[in-house]
C-alpha cells in the first residue's frame, strides 16, 4: 500500500531550500518502517509518522492545517503540491463527517490519500 504522510508526514519551506528537512522526513519514514516491521508505506506507517512530527492531537485527530503547511517542506513541484493538498483536504473532510472515533476517522483518511507519497520528493 502507498501512503500519505501525511502523511504523513510534513513540513514550510521547499525541498530546495531546506534538504535537510526531507532528508529527516525519509529518516522517520524508515524509523516507524522499523518500528512496525513492515517493509514499505502502510496507513501504520503512516500513523506513526504523524504521531512522531506531532500532527495528531491529543484527540486523535489529525491536525490538518499544520500537515497541509508541512507539505510545502517535502513537495518542491507546485502541481504536485497543490494535488496533495486537494486529496488530503478532501479524504480529510469525507472522513471527519462520517461516523466513528477519532482513530477510525484518522485511518480513514490516510487510507484514502495513500497514494499522495507518490508526490513527495526524492531523496538525491
Known amino acids: 500500500m502507498k501512503i500519505l504522510v501525511l502523511v504523513a508526514c510534513l513540513l514550510t519551506i521547499s525541498y530546495a531550500g531546506d534538504p535537510q528537512i526531507l ?25 506513526c509518522m504523524l504521531q512522531h512530527d506531532e500532527l495528531i492531537d491529543e484527540q486523535g485527530i ?3 492545517e499544520e500537515l497541509l503547511t508541512k507539505f510545502e517542506n517535502i513537495i518542491s513541484d507546485e502541481t504536485n503540491l497543490s494535488q496533495a493538498k486537494e486529496i488530503v483536504s478532501t479524504c480529510y473532510d ?5 461516523s ?3 482513530d477510525e476517522k484518522t485511518i480513514t483518511t490516510i487510507q484514502c490519500a495513500m497514494h499522495v507519497n507518490d508526490l513527495f520528493d526524492k531523496l538525491q
Do not use: H
Open 94 to 98: 469525507q472522513a471527519y463527517q462520517g
Open 100 to 102: 466513528g472515533s477519532n
Open 62 to 64: 489529525i491536525k490538518k
Open 23 to 47: 532528508q529527516a522526513f525519509y529518516d522517520n519514514y524508515g524509523n516507524c518502517r522499523n518500528e512496525l516491521n513492515v517493509p514499505e508505506w502502510t496507513p501504520e506507517v503512516t500513523k
